[in-house]
């Protein structure tokens, strides 16, 4: 499995020890060494199979001596020893012995066992591993078919059915049992040990592990609906004059924070400005020990806050993680139908927003007529109240408004524009042109980015 020729790899690695069940997908490159995703259960690994055994020689001696032993501890402690015995004999033979000398009340027990018998008491627990690695995949949103190498972890990947059911979900793919299953663990730890020291052998010092996130990392925007981050991403005030900004970082799969869970929050001082202006650049680091740190700055200033969120501090267990998941599946369409209503009423804010600062623009005030202007500012002001007290509106309800908002609107500044062109004063229809005019007028309607009006104009010309 050496990657000789430092190409990508991605490597699954399936890890079944005597109580968990760990699985991964790595891609690797060169000395980098990447987590695309986990999953697993800390519940489920050899004990439970050697549980089973045991329930089912339960059975077996009450069915024979009509004697129930599920309330004496020493015989099931003795039970269980000879139950894993025959699951190690049955992973080389096909066929197994549980024999206990006088298990109860001088009563000697035997029974021969099947491997096919061995697979059908734990059908449940094999179906449920290979689930386990669906997920995991599923998580990385990678193919099976993208998998380049299948790794062997831990002492209950001897079984061998759990090779048979990976072998053929893998569609035949050759499996790596070539390291040592039982101390590959213990050898991953000491290398990333000695990482986290910073005393490294040759072999390792150039390795680079990058860890995974279990859920989508965000910022809440107005209105409460998660913003999706990348390691770096900028945003801006939805206030004229803020002072400072709330920054609260989220994890989760769903469009709306109140459905995912706070991580953190930190307040950012930045200066005086109108809304929209201000450039906040927030970034998301992940460290060699899991933990997350999240800096927020301020461009203009070089103003900067920084919050660290720690692995055991507000996170969510693997349950929980799944029934986000689960959740955000379920109600995709409903989210979906949210995000869209409330990113209308942004699109509606902020065009009324701008509508304000062009008609309170030096340049364009002045060759606004008293009664344009203050229709313009009765079809705003109409808006915005409509929008503070407007709880239940619909995505239709705000497309209706910016229609009429622009109806006010677009009549006069088209106009406006049209007597520049023809270089005449309001009421005068012909004369010479004077494009530097209009370009200037252009110009103002792109910096307050009122597009869709910018588009007519320049498409009427």
Do not use: W
Not at 41 to 49: I, P, Q, S
Not at 60 to 83: H, Q, V, W
Not at 247 to 257: A, F, L, N, Q, S
């Amino acid at each position: 499995m050496k990657n000789r020729n430092n190409e990508r790899r991605n490597v699954f690695v399936f890890d079944l020890g005597g109580g968990t069940l760990d699985v991964s997908l790595l891609a690797f490159e060169k000395d980098d060494i990447q987590v695309k995703a986990i999953a697993g259960d800390t519940h489920l690994g050899g004990e439970d199979f050697d549980n089973n055994m045991v329930k089912y020689c339960v059975k077996e001696f009450r069915r024979r001596y009509t004697m129930d032993i599920s309330g004496n501890p020493r015989a099931l402690r003795r039970l269980k020893t000879a139950c894993e015995n025959a699951k190690r004999t049955l992973s080389s033979t096909t066929m197994g012995t549980i024999e206990v000398d006088s298990l109860h009340e001088g009563i000697d027990f035997f029974s021969s066992i099947s491997r096919a018998k061995f697979e059908e008491l734990n059908k449940d627990l094999f179906n449920k591993c290979m689930e386990f690695v669906e997920k995991c995949l599923m998580y990385a949103k990678m193919d099976k078919s993208s998998v380049d190498d299948v790794v062997l972890v831990g002492g209950s990947i001897r079984i061998p059915k759990v090779q048979q059911l990976l072998q053929n979900f893998f569609d035949g793919k050759d499996l790596h049992k070539n390291i040592n299953a039982d101390e590959a663990v213990a050898y991953g730890a000491a290398v990333h040990a000695s990482m986290l020291n910073g005393q490294f052998d040759e072999k390792v010092q150039n390795t680079l592990l990058r860890e995974v996130i279990p859920l989508s990392l965000g910022l809440q925007e107005d209105g409460g609906i998660l913003i999706p981050t990348k390691m770096e991403d900028v945003f801006t005030t939805h206030l004229d004059n803020q002072t400072n900004v709330l920054i609260h970082v989220y994890e989760g799969e769903r469009k709306t924070t109140r459905d995912n869970n706070l991580l953190g929050k930190f307040v950012l001082e930045i200066p005086l400005a109108p809304r929209g202006v201000p450039q906040i650049s927030v970034c998301f680091e992940l460290d060699d020990e899991g933990i997350l740190h999240v800096s927020a700055r301020e461009k203009s200033r070089e103003i900067n806050k920084r919050v660290t969120i720690i692995n055991d501090k507000g996170r969510l267990s693997k349950e929980e993680i799944e029934r986000m998941i689960s959740d955000a599946k379920k109600y995709k369409d409903k989210d979906e139908i949210y995000k869209k209503k409330v990113e209308a009423r942004h699109v509606l804010e902020n065009h009324a927003f701008s509508m304000r600062r062009v008609i309170n623009d030096k340049e364009i005030s002045l060759k606004l007529s008293p009664e344009d202007k203050k229709n313009i500012d009765d079809a705003i002001e109409y808006t915005l109240k409509l929008l503070e007290v407007s709880v239940v509106a619909e995505q239709k309800d705000f497309d209706n408004l910016q229609n009429i908002l622009s109806s006010v609107f677009d009549p006069i500044f088209v106009n406006m524009i049209k007597r520049e062109d023809n270089g005449m004063p309001p009421g005068v229809v012909d004369g010479s042109g004077s494009n530097n005019e209009k370009k200037r007028l252009l110009l103002i309607l792109a910096k307050y980015t009122l597009q869709a009006l910018y588009s007519t104009v320049t498409a009427s010309s």
